[in-house]
């Protein structure tokens, strides 16, 4: 089946600085790369998605790349602001979803 | 308003008296999962409906078992619990199959205690 490992395990940044969360994946057939947001003590939701036909996609301050060559697809947070502080979830998924371990993000002010 | 909704939220039980953790969606998916999260292992998938009476094993079945008797809920029923099920458990609904790139939505999670 399909592995997806996530990197960093934990992330600790400045206000304002930028966030970059890497994954992998190793099964080709997957085609679609959602990341979710866990804040502490809810539920995961939906932040942004890629589908394996696009490279790159961004919504505000928040921005996934995906390389298929590669296997690999990240989640880019730029001006990051302490309601950014959650854990990060990857996901790859074709004929079901395989999440990654989670990045525990935090956001000093 | 379309949700997840599972109960309990909270739950302390004993080895091997059995449970039943409830699950129920509101906007007509088709399919449904149950998610155990554990630090550092992130979301492991338990079990899968893909219709009512359709189900099939993820990746940790293992002390568990489901039913999907009505398309809204999906119960995940733990017959003998042990301490290792002690996990923050999720629920979560999608209308499509993950191959159509599809958004799963996660009931609120159970947190169980088996001690």
Redesign the interface.
């Known amino acids: ?1 399909e592995n997806v490992e ?1 990197h960093p ?1 934990t992330l600790s940044v400045q206000e304002g600085d930028s966030a970059v969360i890497k994954c992998t994946y190793s099964d080709s057939a997957s ?2 790369f ?1 990341w979710y947001k866990q804040e502490l003590g ?5 932040i942004i ?1 890629i ?1 394996s036909n696009v490279g790159e996609k961004k919504d505000q301050r928040i921005a996934v790349t995906l390389n298929k060559t590669a296997k690999h697809f990240s989640l880019h947070i730029t001006e990051t602001q302490p309601e950014d502080s959650a854990v990060y ?1 990857c996901a790859a ?10 990045t525990k993000l935090n956001v000093k002010p | 308003e379309a949700q997840v909704t599972q109960n309990p939220r909270y739950l302390i039980t004993v080895t091997g008296k059995k449970l039943t953790v409830t699950c129920s969606q509101n906007m007509n998916h088709e399919y449904m ?1 149950w ?1 155990r999260q554990d630090p ?6 338990i079990y ?1 409906s893909m219709n009512v009476e359709v189900t099939d094993k ?2 940790v079945p293992e002390g568990y078992k489901v039913s999907r008797k009505e398309k809204r809920n999906f119960p995940l029923i733990l017959e003998s619990p042990s301490p290792n099920q002690t996990s923050l458990y ?1 629920c979560a609904s999608s209308p499509r ?3 159509l ?4 939505f ?4 159970t947190r169980l205690t088996v001690v």
Do not use: C, M
């Open positions: 089946g996530q395990s085609n679609y959602p809810k539920r995961p939701q939906l998605d589908r979830f998924s074709f004929n079901k979803f395989y999440f990654g371990s989670g | 999962s998610y550092g292992l992130g979301l492991r998938q899968y993820g990746d999720f199959p993950a191959f790139n599809t958004e799963a996660f009931g609120q999670g």
